[in-house]
């Protein structure tokens, strides 16, 4: 994709509509980055959020560009809620062990967390977090794909700004960071109970289909 590409597919109403929508579905994504951060040394919170934004706006185009294909698959926001929970459970051990430590005022024994361990906790939480929003992003880019590209480019960068405040709060307020994983939580649980609502209503219509379509036994079917 070149410059005169992108100029010639330069349309302000699309680049304004994908932000808006991705801004505005987004905004849980800058707490979940800055849970995940907020485990790490104060030197290196820095560097988590921007690499994590970096694979993350890779992904989420990659995500975008086969939203219509993707969510096609069976069970696939299930899969993603129910990996949100597991992550959602691995932030709530690191708060248990820090009021833990805290309480007893000694600090934890164990090996501190790992930026590998944070870009891991970003990336597939961001993915999960985003399945149920790809498909409104890429409706907003209209089959534009170098504004699609250009707008999540923008908004993960408006999201990693927005995270370093949050990581900043968590600091300062502790409190802050079992809301964001009772939203975490709320968000996990409403992708699975939707994705599973949404699979047994189409296995209910289907065999719904299947006992109109099929005659009653000993009935006389007759063709004109």
Sequence with gaps: MDLATIMASWDWTVLSTI???????????????????????????????LFGMVLA?????????????????????????????WIAYGFFKELRQKEKDDADGHTHDGPPKSMAVALRQIVIAD?????????????????NTPMLIIGLVISILVMGLAATLVARLLERFPVI????????????VKMVYEDVHRLTSGHAAVV?????????????????
């Design 208 to 224: 719904q289909q299947g006992e109109v379509a099929t005659p009653a036994h000993g009935s006389l079917v007759r063709f004109s």
């Design 57 to 85: 706006v890779v992904l989420r185009i990659v995500l975008s560009l086969a939203a219509v294909y993707l969510l096609e698959i069976p069970g696939i926001l299930l899969a993603g809620g129910l990996v949100l929970l």
């Design 177 to 188: 960071a079992w809301v964001g994983l009772a939203l975490i939580v709320y968000i996990g």
């Design 127 to 143: 993915v999960s977090m985003s399945l149920d929003n790809v498909l409104a992003v890429a409706g907003a880019a209209v089959g």
């Design 19 to 49: 932000l808006g929508v991705n801004l505005v579905l987004s905004g849980d994504n800058a707490v979940l980055i800055a849970l995940a951060a907020a485990g790490l040394p104060a030197e290196q919170r820095s560097k988590a959020i």
